[in-house]
């Protein structure tokens, strides 16, 4: 295994200050939309959110994701990943996650979201999210850039997607070190504390080694609860669509917001 460049972490912990830099400058700030009342939309639960889009400062939640194999159980390692995520602005949120697999550290991964502003139906809202992360045993720094627009069609119908590109740099990239992502969810709020949904993704946030970057295809139905001491829960099973083979996993988000 290799050891972690030093020289790598300090190019991507200083690229992502530089961000932070360049959504809080003067201009961006002055263009935000002060969101008084934040369009409800449910976050999906493989490819989530940093906090909900319209986060209010302060915001804190603490969650976990799983990725158990119902499969291919000797190919396939239990992949899962404790985050904090943060609102230090109105609508400006940071995250910072520590991807397993089994018992071993994989990477380091720190995202931000900015959210631009919504209609003034309260319909529509929007954002960007931005998420780097470093592996541990490869020469890889992976770049994700996406536009996350999402929309409530009623109190019961909304949907969401998270649509932009992920890019690889580093000496262990692989020869393809690009993909587009396209992810979309539909969700039913079926009454206070139960959703229901589908999700949609052509890539999948949990891999944390080299891979070809080929379209895939997971298909989650998922099933989300929320009590009200802030403990919630997301679970779901459903298959992913590789080019030689198909992958079934059960999926289960434990968060606690604050």
């Not at 263009?31 to 008084?36: F, L, P, W």
């Not at 194999?69 to 992949?79: A, D, F, G, I, M």
């Not at 627009?149 to 690889?168: C, D, H, N, Q």
Request: aromatic share 12%; hydrophobic share 45%.
């Amino acid at each position: 295994m290799k050891v972690l460049n030093l020289n790598n972490c300090i190019h991507f912990v200083k690229s992502l200050i530089l961000l932070v830099i360049l959504f809080l400058s003067d201009s961006l700030l002055s263009q935000e939309k002060n969101i008084q009342e934040t369009v409800n939309i449910p976050e999906p639960l493989m490819f989530d959110l940093v906090r909900g889009l319209g986060a209010k400062q302060g915001e804190l939640e603490i969650n976990s994701l799983a990725d158990f194999p119902l499969n291919n159980n000797s190919e396939r390692t239990v992949e899962w990943a404790p985050e904090i995520e943060y609102a230090l602005f109105n609508n400006f949120a940071v995250e910072l996650e520590f991807p397993f697999e089994n018992l071993e550290l994989e990477a380091y991964k720190m995202a931000i979201q900015w959210t631009i502003g919504a209609s003034k139906n309260n319909k529509f809202i929007h954002g960007i999210q931005i998420i780097g992360e470093k592996y541990i045993h490869e020469d890889i720094l992976e770049m994700n850039f996406l536009y996350v627009p999402a929309y409530r069609f009623s109190k019961v119908w909304s949907a969401i997607g998270l649509f932009g590109f992920m890019t690889e740099s580093g000496a262990d990239a692989p020869e393809k070190n690009y993909t587009i992502i396209l992810n979309t969810s539909v969700f039913a709020d079926i009454n206070k504390h139960t959703v229901v949904g589908v999700e949609i993704n052509n890539s999948d946030p949990t891999i944390q080694k080299v891979d070809s970057n080929e379209m895939e295809l997971l298909i989650l139905p998922q099933v989300h609860y929320e009590f009200e001491s802030g403990f919630s829960f997301q679970f779901g099973v459903g298959p992913k669509f590789m080019e030689n083979r198909t992958n079934a996993s059960a999926v289960l988000r434990v968060i606690k917001s604050f």
